[in-house]
């Protein structure tokens, strides 16, 4: 295992678009996929008015995970920081445009800007059992 740079973490979570969130919702855990964007350091995702805007709401506390295979290993990027709601802004809706899949009909949506204290990247290696080196 490896433990990557901040930069390094940073840079992985730029190069994807798909991740989880992680929040707390009457001292209860939940989990969500969502599509997202890296835009200055920040993570952006859009969401409808509902469940998740309503548990960010009650408390902003989240964590954000993204990992993907490699043809060698795995690696995995955890930010962990607040979520706060914006305002409609036509020019980050645009600058972020591609990340969100014409597929995903979410209309009017909510961007939400996680803002990090902390993010952690890590990788592992696959290794290959001596027994099947040969």
Known sequence: MTELSDDSAWKLLEERNFGHLGLSHNDLPDIYPVNYAVDHRTILFRTAAGEKLHELTD????????????????????????????????????RVADAFPPWIPIEPFVFV????????????T?????????
């Open 59 to 94: 408390n902003r506390h989240v964590v954000f995970e993204v990992d993907s295979e490699t043809s060698n290993g795995t690696w995995s990027v955890i930010a962990k920081g607040h979520a706060k709601a914006l305002t409609h802004d036509p020019e980050l809706v645009e």
């Open 113 to 124: 800007r996680i803002t990090a204290e902390s993010i952690r990247g890590r990788q592992f």
């Open 126 to 134: 696959r290794h290959v059992p001596v027994a099947r080196r040969r």
